[in-house]
């Protein structure tokens, strides 16, 4: 079972944006496709918006100085393509039959574990 196929299959949105997060940050290990945006790399995943935003980056990166893009930076961005269309669809699909979940930020922990945040101090 790969990562789209649990995401097709997750019953909550929590599971999904873990993913998605995991999935960036494996991303971070593996030398990234030429011309992505840095943003596109970054976490947190703040909602389906920020999702729908990064999937559109990725259809609109520049063409590489040869035109022809290399097999494994465009089976990259395939690939990532794919995730954030499914994650995406997903999640809208969970909103449509009322399951919606706030995604994981530092100010949602007190929500969670009753604890605030520590910040380094300056």
């Known amino acids: 079972m790969n990562i789209i196929q649990v995401i097709r299959q997750a019953n909550q949105q929590g599971?999904?944006?873990?993913?998605?997060?995991?999935?960036?940050?494996?991303?971070w290990h593996t030398p990234a496709p030429r011309g992505i945006?840095?943003?596109?790399?970054?976490?947190?995943?703040?909602?389906?918006?920020d999702i729908q935003a990064r999937f559109v980056a990725l259809t609109q990166l520049p063409e590489?100085?040869?035109?022809?893009?290399?097999?494994?930076?465009?089976?990259?961005?395939?690939?990532?393509?794919?995730?954030?269309?499914?994650?995406?669809?997903?999640l809208a699909a969970l909103e449509n039959v009322g399951i919606v979940q706030t995604p994981l930020h530092e100010e949602n922990l007190v929500d969670l574990f009753g604890v605030t945040p520590t910040t380094s101090a300056s």
Request: cysteine-free.
């Open 64 to 90: 590489p100085p040869n035109g022809i893009p290399e097999d494994d930076d465009r089976e990259k961005i395939s690939e990532a393509l794919a995730v954030l269309s499914t994650a995406s669809q997903r």
């Open 37 to 49: 945006p840095g943003w596109v790399l970054e976490l947190p995943i703040r909602g389906r918006t």
């Open 15 to 27: 599971p999904i944006y873990f993913l998605l997060t995991a999935y960036v940050e494996s991303v």
